[in-house]
């Protein structure tokens, strides 16, 4: 499947997932009592957008976390040239820094494997080893699910996966293009393995600010059409849900 995201293919309306009732007949997330929670993010905001709320009710109950940054996504407006993708490079982990603070975390952990934005699928071992050298037992592990639809994604939950399986510490699929390309009233989605973590309005306040200090992906980056948000609206619509769904165990359907 190809992703394209763009005003002329704006994905599944959030309208259309809202009305399905898919979501709601979800069985509720057992998150029981992590000892630590890691995030794999392909790119900087992913952690943010799939598993914000989730993440601010672990930090407020007093879990460490630490983000796995694997790329620094220099390559999300790829027409803007090298000097653009220089200045992401920079400027996208700051704004995971800025948002993570908002999430209540003030002093966030992150390591950043400088893995290029786009290759990820090339370095999926690099990718394994960092989670092999960092797994504990007692660990909560989050990663996009293996067919989210980004190969960045699909790689970064792949070498997830197998790592944690083999280690017997539990993982979570957060889902972020998903939601643009499946249809609920298809079995596009593994849906027995989908469980829902409900978000109160605290929370759900917090994840949409912490959300709004992605500002390189969600405003123009200037006038012309390849500046365009990377998350307008119609995409971020679908992440201010009052619940999250994950793929409990990191299945791939």
Do not use: N
Request: proline fraction near 9%; aromatic fraction near 6%; glycine fraction near 12%.
């Amino acid at each position: 499947m190809g992703l394209i995201v763009d005003q002329e293919h704006p994905g599944t309306p959030e309208s259309v997932w809202l009305g399905s009732g898919r979501l709601d007949a979800l069985p509720t997330l057992d998150l029981g009592r992590p000892r630590r929670v890691v995030v794999v993010a392909p790119h900087p905001d992913d952690e943010v957008v799939g598993a914000g709320g989730l993440l601010h009710t672990l930090i407020a109950s007093g879990v460490p976390f630490e983000i796995l940054a694997v790329t620094d996504g220099e390559a999300s407006h790829p027409k803007g040239g090298a000097g653009q993708a220089r200045d992401l490079a920079v400027r996208r982990p700051l704004e995971t820094l800025r948002a993570l603070r908002r999430l209540g975390c003030p002093t966030p952990m992150v390591t950043r494997l400088g893995i290029p934005d786009g290759r990820v699928t090339e370095h999926e071992d690099l990718v394994g080893d960092a989670v092999a050298g960092r797994a504990r037992p007692g660990d909560l592990w989050l990663a996009p699910w293996p067919r989210d639809g980004h190969p960045d994604h699909d790689a970064c939950g792949r070498a997830t996966d197998a790592v944690t399986a083999r280690l017997g510490v539990r993982s979570l699929g957060y889902l972020v293009w998903a939601w643009h390309w499946a249809d609920p009233s298809g079995d596009d989605l593994p849906w027995a393995d989908c469980r829902r973590f409900d978000l109160d309005k605290p929370t759900l306040s917090r994840k949409r600010w912490s959300m709004e200090a992605f500002h390189s992906q969600t405003r123009p980056l200037g006038p012309d059409p390849d500046a365009a948000p990377v998350l307008p609206t119609a995409v971020l619509a679908r992440f201010w849900r009052r619940a999250e769904v994950y793929v409990d165990g990191g299945s791939a359907g």
